[in-house]
């Protein structure tokens, strides 16, 4: 390694009483930390090269690893911290973009943890979820003005295309080429097991996945990778991407050395070519623009399917929201500026777009003072961590949610924001073939399949508490929620009452 | 061959028309005073040849897979959006964003272009989409291409035969200007200009054959003068951006 004014961010700790050299630290480590000094007869480890993801001390036969925070630091600056000096030396050397991965992960206030959800105590009884029925089920799509019957009370009105539920969770965007096969193998998987969605982000739709349409929403991006007549007409939903939380302004990006065989034919592009999705979709430069979008994806589709948009949520997020529901679209994702992905420029990701609460608030707020909260529905996105922040989603006025750093946690993420490396040693956001089968799809569709099994005993059992049987009546409920430690002007944009009042 | 008086009727009910007719094998369908309507030949497939008379609205032959539309007229934005085979054919000028992200299949346009014509294009295996346009197009044309031929003939001999940005972020594909000479300012930084050589107008020679036979030209004619070529450094124009 050239000489460098970088210290290493950590150090592995091994406990050399109980090493025994089996070198499966150095097998499982792709940043190559580890080694076995025939000198000294033992495993060393090269800290420099550490990302702390974790994998090195899961597998260790003999729990003989640590990996800490590297003791070695600067002198105590408030101001000057660590990570900016560091970034500094970083870009000084090499004057290139900053890249990260996953979602802010800045000390911003997270509104989630300042929200609490009420419960019924003796009016309103509460309802208890394991013995009445409680009803998780909803429906992604625009609904009618009115509802008409005939002399039977058979709906006579012609309802636009939905998505059916189970759970008001699907995952998110997460393209091939970003995240590997056996990553979308359980994501595919356990969205038709639990009767949800997938969803294949813009890098196309992988052709063993087809069998999985049913429960997949394709996404149409400005570089349109992979769009054809197939792509549409297998998938249950289109989704027009037009930004993303992490990067709002910026575009895709995939470069030419994660694009293999397999990946080119997806995206149908050459192999070791750039894939680039600008952010602007130079096709679309107003709402008249984007309904023209919208209107040829319907017509592309039969009017039979749900055409949705996912934008970034930024200061404007409740005019533009308004304007996509007016454009005709049948759903609209807004992301936060928390939402994960596989690769951003830092600066972008950590200082562009708005908390999640703070826009799914505004936007419902202002969708209903407009009168046409109902034509349309409403995914919130943007680091969703729990059951509970999914309760607080909804009562805020989303209609479901999209989990996506979430989901990957539970295939064995462990956060150390690498994923733009291609290295990931959990086998999720790589594509190199000796990685991508650490993670075994058999395995990891369950796990999400318990995750959201989980979150939506979780959700039954608030509801219950609350005194709700049915997830729709929680839509919008902002009543079911109190703050604590904000300001008026917080609350007010929230819409709910402090704690107490 | 069936014919339809597109007149006063809306889109959606003259693209449910055609798709039926599309559907079930229709050899010719000749469309009468279209006036604006869009979606025409959205994502349909199959080998139907549809005439035109009049102007097509936005998005004709969006997601086309296939069909040949010939429109007696002149077009207006996002032709060929995303189109993956076929064949259009326009006897007039045509708007903004046309052929964007263009996978295959062809265009011949008779007069000028708009703006951002052919941006995103892209090539797979033996797909390679081709754009002739016989007058002259707007600024960033070929912007982002990332595969495919498109080829310029300005036969109306205008001062400039491309509008600027021509070829920004271009990382595929090939482009043909029928010129001398293009003024590098007007080129995107990721442009290599050449002239093109014999095997390069071999090439490109049955595409300009079926320009001449669609609209009528000499073939030599068109061939007789200098073309520059225009190709992309690499396949990675951002691959030094990051730390
Ligand atoms: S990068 Fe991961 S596997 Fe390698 S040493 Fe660090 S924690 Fe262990
Ligand atoms: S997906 Fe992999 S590389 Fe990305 S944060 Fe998780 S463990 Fe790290």
């Known amino acids: ?501 | 061959m069936k014919t339809i008086d597109a007149k006063d009727m809306h889109y959606k009910d003259l693209n449910e028309m055609i798709k039926e007719l599309v559907n079930s094998g229709e050899d010719v369908i000749n469309l009468k005073n279209v006036n604006g309507q869009r979606y025409i030949g959205d994502n349909l497939n199959g080998n139907t040849k549809i005439n035109i008379e009049g102007t097509p609205g936005n998005d004709l032959a969006a997601f086309m897979d296939g069909l040949t539309i010939e429109v007696f007229g002149n077009g207006q934005d996002a032709i060929g959006n995303t189109m993956n085979d076929g064949s259009i054919i326009v006897h007039g000028h045509v708007g903004d964003v046309v052929g964007y992200g263009m996978r295959g299949g062809s265009m011949y346009i008779k007069s000028d272009a708009g703006y951002r014509v052919g941006i995103h294009m892209k090539q797979y295996n033996d797909k390679v989409p081709v754009v002739v346009i016989g007058g002259t197009p707007g600024d960033f044309f070929g912007e982002y291409m990332a595969g495919g031929c498109m080829i310029v003939l300005n036969l109306s001999n205008k001062k400039d035969i491309v509008g600027e940005y021509c070829g920004t972020g271009m990382h595929g594909g090939v482009i043909y200007l029928r010129c001398n000479d293009v003024e590098d300012y007007k080129l995107g930084k990721e442009v290599i200009k050449e002239e093109a050589t014999e095997d390069d107008l071999k090439e490109i020679s049955k595409y300009i054959k079926n320009f001449s036979s669609y609209f009528k030209y000499d073939y030599d004619k068109i061939m007789n003068h200098k073309f520059i070529k225009l190709h992309p450094a690499g396949h990675r124009p951002y691959g030094k951006l990051y730390a």
Not at chain 1, 178 to 185: D, G, K, L, T, V
Not at chain 1, 366 to 395: M, N, P, Q
């Open chain 1, 1 to 501: 390694m050239s000489l460098n004014y970088l210290t290493p961010e950590f150090k592995v700790l091994r406990d050399y009483d109980k090493c025994i050299n089996c070198k499966v630290c150095m097998r499982q480590c792709a940043n190559e930390v580890h080694s076995y000094d025939e000198d000294l007869g033992k495993m060393v480890a090269d800290d420099y090269k550490c990302v702390n993801c974790q994998r090195c001390v899961v597998m260790c036969p003999t729990h003989a690893l640590t990996i800490v925070k590297h003791p070695q630091v600067f002198r105590e600056n408030a101001n000057w911290t660590y990570d900016a000096i560091r970034d500094i030396y970083r870009q000084a050397e090499t004057g290139g973009v900053l890249l990260s991965a996953m979602g802010n992960d800045r000390p911003y206030p997270i509104y989630w943890d300042k929200m609490v959800i009420n419960a019924s105590q003796v009016t309103n009884p509460s309802i208890d979820p394991l013995r009445e029925p409680m009803e998780l089920k909803i429906f992604i799509g625009r609904k009618p003005d009115k509802i008409e019957l005939d002399e039977n009370l058979n709906v006579k009105t012609k309802m636009p295309p939905q998505l059916t539920l189970n759970y008001p969770i699907m995952f998110s965007a997460m393209s091939y080429g970003s995240i590997s096969y056996n990553a979308h193998a359980s994501l595919a998987r356990a969205a038709k097991e639990l009767g949800i969605y997938y969803n294949t982000g813009e890098g196309g739709l992988h052709k063993d996945f087809r069998k999985y349409g049913p429960n997949t929403i394709v996404q149409v991006a400005s570089g349109r990778f992979g769009v054809d007549r197939e792509y549409l007409k297998t998938a249950a939903a289109v989704e027009i991407k037009i930004g993303q939380g992490a990067k709002p302004g910026i575009g895709g990006h995939l470069p030419g050395e994660k694009v293999s065989e397999d990946i080119s034919e997806t995206r149908m592009i050459p192999v070791g070519s750039d894939a680039i999705s600008p952010a602007p979709h130079h096709d679309i430069y107003s709402i008249e623009d984007l309904s023209q979008l919208i209107y040829s994806l319907k017509e592309a589709t039969d009017y039979k399917k749900p055409v949705g948009v996912k934008i970034a949520a930024v200061n404007n997020v409740a005019a533009i929201a308004s304007g996509i529901a007016r454009a005709g679209a049948d759903y609209i994702a807004i992301d936060g500026f928390r939402g994960g992905t596989g690769a951003a420029p830092k600066r972008i990701r950590d200082n562009v777009g708005i908390p999640i609460e703070f826009a799914i608030a505004s936007v419902d707020s202002r969708l209903r003072s407009e009168g046409i909260r109902h034509t349309i529905s409403l995914i919130a996105a943007g680091s969703i961590r729990s059951s509970a922040d999914i309760v607080k989603a909804i009562a805020l006025g989303a209609d479901a949610v999209y989990i996506g750093s979430a989901a990957l946690i539970a295939l064995g993420c462990h956060m150390c924001q690498q994923c733009y490396t291609g290295k990931c040693n959990w086998g999720i956001a790589t594509q190199d073939p000796n990685l991508v089968k650490r993670l075994n799809p058999e395995i990891g569709y369950k796990r999400l399949v318990n995750l959201i099994t989980a979150w939506g005993h979780e959700i039954q059992e608030m509801l219950g508490g609350m005194g709700i049987n049915d997830i729709e009546s929680l839509k919008g409920n902002r009543l079911m929620l109190r703050g604590i430690g904000m300001t008026q002007k917080e609350l007010d944009v929230l819409g709910i009452l402090a704690a107490g009042e």
